[in-house]
């Protein structure tokens, strides 16, 4: 995709890599819109900033998503980018007869159902667009989850199935979709550490950005590309061994 002369929507745009992608992309002169739930920290950002436009947004409201589009679309006719990264990052047990169900129920709404509404409310207009792109964060869990997040690896499979989707669905039009995956990435989704197993946060968004230039539908950092080809058949010994590996050298948590 082009990386300048776009009009960028982020959701998540106010922490870690929805922060830094949209920084990125400002940097590079694009008009940005972040959105995100905590005012305060949006007209924060914004100052930072300068240029950068905010809304406030509930990803989990349907009815606040279709007016936060519209309200977008009307101050910013030249949209054309829609990048869905607002998430959520709970632990659960899926060994457990204990479910949280309004946690594993607001979970889905976030993560699932957030992107799918988001792409519902600006589709129509980024087709009117010469050139047009959504661009969907789920995660290098999609393809190898992590045992002890196992709801929320499940919806980023998720995404990845429904991004594959969207992207045939679209296909005769002025919109691409693409995917980005990222792996484990030292920012406040869980807990930021500096665990040596984690990326840095700006080396992330550096060889994304890179690659985003490229023509892959896919964009996944070098280091986690013999996890995004583990599925198959034989999949599961791959993903025993990497969770015990977590089980023996736990992620630390706040």
Same mark, same amino acid.
């Given at each position: ?11 998540? !745009?106010?922490?870690? /890599?929805?922060? =830094?992608?949209? @920084?990125?992309?400002?940097? *590079?002169?694009?008009?940005? &819109? %972040? ?78 159902? !957030?992107?799918?509404? /988001?792409?519902? =409310?600006?589709? @129509?207009?980024?087709?009117? *667009?010469?050139?047009?792109? &959504? %661009? ?82 896919? /964009? ?35």
């Amino acid at each position: 995709m082009k990386l300048t002369h776009n009009t960028v929507f982020i959701t998540g !745009g106010t922490s870690g /890599i929805g922060r =830094a992608l949209a @920084e990125a992309f400002h940097r *590079r002169g694009n008009q940005v &819109i %972040i959105a995100g739930r905590r005012q305060a920290l949006l007209e924060e950002i914004a100052r930072a900033n300068p240029g950068m436009d905010t809304v406030e947004l509930d990803i989990t409201d349907p009815a606040q998503i279709k007016a936060v589009a519209q309200h977008v679309i009307k101050r910013h006719p030249d949209l054309n980018v829609v990048i869905n990264n607002a998430g959520i990052m709970p632990f659960d047990n899926a060994a457990s007869g204990e479910l949280d169900d309004a946690q594993a129920t607001h979970l889905l709404a976030t993560n699932v159902l !957030g992107p799918v509404r /988001i792409s519902a =409310a600006f589709v @129509e207009h980024l087709k009117t *667009r010469p050139e047009a792109w &959504i %661009i969907n964060n789920s995660s290098v869990l999609a393809f190898i989850p992590l045992a002890v997040t196992a709801l929320y690896s499940a919806t980023k499979a998720a995404i990845h199935s429904y991004t594959l989707s969207q992207r045939f669905m679209l296909r005769e039009t002025t919109v691409k979709v693409l995917e980005i995956s990222p792996p484990w990435v030292d920012t406040d989704l869980i807990h930021k550490s500096g665990d040596p197993r984690a990326m840095p946060l700006d080396e992330f968004i550096g060889e994304t950005m890179e690659k985003l230039q490229g023509d892959s539908d896919e /964009i996944i950092v070098d280091r986690i590309n013999p996890l995004r080809s583990n599925p198959g058949p034989n999949e599961y010994a791959l993903i025993a061994q990497f969770n015990q590996s977590v089980i023996d050298n736990p992620i630390p948590v706040a």
